[in-house]
């Protein structure tokens, strides 16, 4: 028969177990919660970062705090390519053919002038146009362009003439002892333009461009270049002389195409020649862009 004492102390034993029973249910449904509620956080947290997808570009809107961010580099990066309306229409290197006008704007030249009848299949232009700027006025839309370049212009004489600077005059004359096979009129210059631009359209790869303008060009360089044979032998001559052109020269320019393809002329204001100084003739080219820079 258990003593009082020994009943009291089961009882205790038995109370004790019961309390820390109780105490780790408690403390494992505090966990719980505990976890419940990082969890739910955790969640919120990143319900509060929106991302959107539109084919490969993506938006990130972040919230931090009471403010929201909106990341849209990618997306302007994107834009700014795709709305590009504008390349380089002038710098870049341009192939023409050489005319030159009477006073009236023919091509059948004057008497005085006969001697630089053209042969047009071989009158060649060549323009590297090394520099240009363009200056925004309506964006890539309308505004100015200008630069710089080097000409390089070829007349290919038909009649077999020699072309002279006597007495501060340029003029030509026939030398039967010559059996002429090249002849040819060639000046170098530099070239600035100023032109009014305009592109429309969606981009630069599917836009039309027109410039139309003036330049101003400086002529650095005239010469006349034979092949001929004479008694039977082959000569090559050059003459390298002013024969009195224009040493400043102006003129009206007009570009225009679609994309990469532009087509170009010109049309010399002022007379290739210096007045009462040779023939007034006026030099126009027309020609297309072959490279752009």
Not at 10 to 24: D, G, R, V
Not at 83 to 95: C, E, I, P, T
Not at 107 to 112: A, C, E, P, S
Not at 236 to 255: L, M
Request: proline share 2%; aromatic share 12%; hydrophobic share 35%.
């Amino acid at each position: 028969m258990q003593s009082v004492f020994d009943l009291k102390l089961e009882k205790m034993k038995n109370s004790i177990l019961k309390s820390s029973l109780l105490f780790a249910l408690l403390m494992s449904f505090s966990f719980a919660i505990n976890a419940q509620e990082t969890k739910k956080d955790s969640t919120e947290k990143k319900s509060d970062d929106w991302k959107i997808s539109i084919g490969k570009t993506k938006i990130i809107i972040q919230k931090d705090g009471d403010s929201d961010t909106l990341d849209l580099s990618e997306v302007g990066e994107k834009k700014g390519k795709k709305n590009k309306q504008r390349s380089n229409h002038f710098a870049g290197v341009d192939l023409g053919v050489n005319g030159l006008l009477t006073p009236n704007q023919s091509i059948d030249l004057q008497k005085d002038a006969q001697f630089l009848e053209l042969n047009y299949r071989k009158s060649i232009e060549v323009s590297i146009n090394f520099w240009e700027k363009y200056i925004p006025i309506a964006h890539e839309k309308f505004g100015l362009t200008t630069g710089a370049g080097l000409k390089y212009n070829s007349y290919d004489l038909v009649q077999d003439i020699v072309i002279v600077n006597q007495n501060n005059l340029t003029s030509g004359f026939g030398d039967s002892t010559r059996e002429i096979s090249k002849n040819r009129f060639k000046t170098n210059s530099l070239y600035v333009p100023l032109m009014l631009e305009t592109n429309i359209g969606r981009d630069a790869d599917h836009s039309f461009h027109l410039a139309v303008g003036g330049t101003v060009g400086y002529t650095y360089g005239t010469r006349t270049k034979q092949k001929y044979k004479q008694d039977g032998d082959e000569f090559k001559k050059k003459d390298r002389n002013d024969f009195n052109v224009n040493a400043f020269q102006f003129a009206a320019i007009a570009r225009v195409g679609y994309g990469d393809f532009t087509l170009y002329a010109t049309y010399n204001l002022t007379p290739l020649f210096d007045k009462n100084k040779g023939p007034e003739v006026y030099p126009f080219t027309v020609g297309l862009s072959l490279v752009s820079f």
